[in-house]
């Protein structure tokens, strides 16, 4: 088993373990990468409300994880002050200027044929308002708040990734010739699971912006291709290419959250370089411009693996996860009971370890929960079987996957567990028996 927390010192600790320690001049010293996902030293940041630290939120629920669902509503979280709009046609920012919106941004996606306006909003409107102002007027065009996304991460845990799952024996060739991708916080590229391996990253935060620590994106990224014998991180593909994109920031609540814009920065990225499965431990509500670019990214061959989110309720569904596009995990505990906080419903297609997982974090290593830590088993093993179904979509893949899952709750596919749990590991490991799709 682990052997506990690995000592790390003085500030260092604290923000490795927690992402922040503030201090009660409301100070805040932070992990800061370079563009490389190179870990630098810490920076003491004050975070204002609109000021360069603030990312900004809505809503009263801050972290994307341990919520009971009472009065829960991701819809509200959104970037203040700000709507986006997709393929507007020509008239269109005259005539929001018209109105007092004020451009921020123009942005090309060209490889998600998305062009995409950045628009202030009048002092005087709210964003819900301003939303729908727009959209009477332009009623067939994509228009919706910048909405954020968050982490799915939750308390401490006991196990390693490999052995919670019963993959011990993953030949550290497994992997090669597969590219991964994932869209997550800063990952630190020099952490000894990482170092050496096979990862190209990149940041799509904004300049002014300061990076959300780097505990969760260095977790799943070892995860995915951490060196197979690095302190017991053990990555399911060692051998195979991640992509890895930071989108997250911190925000002037002391929380980590992500908008459109960034997402569909690195959602480009990812679908420009071809990468046919990626990884996207986070959640958020509904977005029509984000729903249009998944759609768009599916199009062009690519499976986006979502957590269903930590906020225990049935009532509210998690999205990415709950986009048909997607492929939708929850987590299950050494015993296959499912994660207290996990979400319940339709979109739920499977289930694997996400409780208490010993994980990679900037200067060691440290225990994490969440519905975060189960969708990289499914990226794995879809990844792994790419080569042979190449082209294939999600509602494949969940077709192929439910045929070998552990069925779990009542009988058939349930909004617990979907259709269970995936335990035949990816195709490369020693003794697979896995069928061609």
Not at 146 to 164: I, K, M, P, T, W
Not at 189 to 217: C, E, N
Not at 341 to 367: D, E, H, L, S
Request: charged share 15%; aromatic share 8%; with cysteine.
């Amino acid at each position: 088993m682990p052997r506990g927390l690995i000592a790390l010192s003085g500030a260092v600790f604290f923000a490795a373990m927690f992402g922040a320690h503030h201090t009660a001049a409301g100070d805040t010293s932070i992990l800061e990468y370079d563009s490389q996902g190179r870990l630098q030293q810490l920076r003491d940041v004050t975070t204002q409300s609109g000021g360069a630290a603030g990312q900004g939120t809505a809503g009263a629920q801050e972290d994307g994880g341990n919520a009971s669902g009472a009065g829960f509503n991701p819809a509200l979280w959104y970037e203040p002050g700000e709507v986006v709009v997709a393929n507007a046609p020509e008239d269109f920012e005259f005539t929001a200027s018209l109105s007092g919106f004020r451009t921020l941004e123009k942005l090309e996606f060209k490889a998600l044929r998305i062009n995409l306006l950045r628009l202030a909003t009048p002092a005087s409107m709210t964003v819900p308002d301003a939303v729908a102002l727009l959209s009477s007027r332009y009623p067939g065009v994509l228009i919706d708040a910048n909405h954020q996304f968050r982490l799915q991460r939750g308390d401490a845990g006991e196990s390693e990734a490999r052995a919670a799952i019963g993959w011990t024996d993953i030949d550290p060739a497994c992997g090669a010739g597969l590219r991964i991708g994932m869209i997550d916080t800063p990952v630190d590229v020099t952490h000894a699971a990482l170092a050496g391996q096979k990862v190209t990253y990149k940041s799509f935060i904004l300049p002014k912006r300061v990076p959300a620590p780097g505990d969760h994106g260095t977790a799943i990224a070892a995860m995915l291709v951490g060196k197979p014998d690095s302190q017991g991180f053990g990555g399911l593909l060692p051998a195979a290419e991640l992509l890895a994109g930071n989108i997250f920031t911190y925000n002037d609540t002391g929380g980590e959250a992500a908008d459109v814009v960034a997402m569909l920065k690195a959602l480009d990225w990812l679908s420009a370089e071809k990468v046919q499965v990626v990884n996207l431990s986070m959640a958020g509500s509904d977005n029509r411009i984000m729903h249009h670019a998944i759609t768009q990214a599916a199009a062009r061959g690519m499976i986006l693996v979502a957590a269903v989110g930590n906020w225990g309720t049935e009532d509210t569904p998690a999205y990415p996860a709950a986009y048909d596009e997607s492929i939708g995990v929850t987590a299950v505990d050494s015993q296959s009971s499912i994660y207290s906080y996990a979400n319940r419903g339709v979109y739920v297609a499977f289930a694997a370890p996400g409780v208490q997982i010993w994980t990679a974090v900037p200067g060691g290593g440290k225990f994490q929960s969440g519905t975060s830590f189960a969708a990289p088993y499914l990226t794995a093993k879809i990844a792994s079987e790419i080569a042979a179904s190449p082209g294939a979509s999600a509602e494949y893949f969940r077709e192929f996957l439910s045929r070998d899952a552990v069925d779990l709750g009542v009988p058939g596919k349930d909004k617990v567990f979907g259709w269970g749990l995936v335990k035949q590991p990816p195709r490369c490991a020693p003794g697979d028996s896995a069928k061609k799709p």
